[in-house]
């Protein structure tokens, strides 16, 4: 609808023979057609028939014509990201004179999760132009994060050999649990239950870490 085409359609080169496609105006599309405006809704449906038989039935309508919207949000930062602070100031500016001519989603998260991560990181709320003539008071600056597994991943006698064979990590897996214990024994629970398998699971990997 986007781009005013109708796509080919995959796998059905050939039209059915079982079918009459003389009695009314469906067509197979077998190669890529023009789709104009018409004054009316574009509508089209589409189809998704599973191996196992599960089929999904969709019908998509062209939304009416809306203004554009800001892309400027405060609650969603921008991050945008250059070998050095003037590429980062450049970036942006360019950045925000690219949204200005464009009706576009907000792209705090395609930024987030598809640009690269150079030395110097801004983040910006608001309007993309504040980051022009900003301090970089944030940025990247070498520090390490770590994100531990959640709950699922447990099993019973998880780190006993460790345990028993590491003193680093003994020390630091009796500390954890030595600072959990006014809350929870994660020796003696089910660790089925999530408020045992959770702080469990920190402790090891606290430990392992």
């Known amino acids: 609808m986007q781009h005013g ?4 359609t995959l796998h059905a080169q050939q039209p059915s023979p079982h079918i ?25 449906a589409v189809s998704s028939f599973g191996i196992s038989g599960t089929n999904a039935h969709v019908i998509l309508e062209q939304p009416e014509p809306t203004a554009a919207t800001p892309v400027e949000h405060p609650d969603i930062p921008v991050i945008v990201s250059g070998r050095t602070p003037q590429a980062v100031r450049d970036q942006a500016a360019k950045l925000a004179d690219w949204l200005d001519t464009r009706h576009t989603p907000h792209p705090g998260l395609a930024l987030a999760r598809h640009r690269s991560i150079f030395e110097h990181t801004a983040v910006a709320r608001g309007d993309l132009r504040d980051l022009t003539d900003a301090v970089f008071e944030e940025r ?32 630091a897996y009796d500390e954890v649990r030595a600072a959990l214990r006014p809350y929870v024994d994660i020796e003696t629970g089910d660790l089925n239950d999530t408020a045992i ?13």
Not at 5 to 8: A, D, E, G, K, T
Not at 145 to 168: C, D, K, N, W
């Open 140 to 171: 990247i600056d070498g520090r390490l994060g770590i994100a531990f597994t959640g709950q699922g991943s447990q099993r019973a006698g998880m780190g006993q050999q460790l345990y028993e064979h590491f003193p680093v990590y003994r020390q």
């Open 20 to 44: 009459d496609w003389t009695a009314g105006n469906v067509a197979l599309l077998t190669e890529p057609r023009p789709w104009p405006r018409t004054g009316r809704p574009r509508r089209a």
């Open 5 to 8: 085409v109708l796509p080919r």
């Open 197 to 209: 398998a959770q702080p469990a699971l920190f402790a090891v990997e606290t430990a392992l870490y």
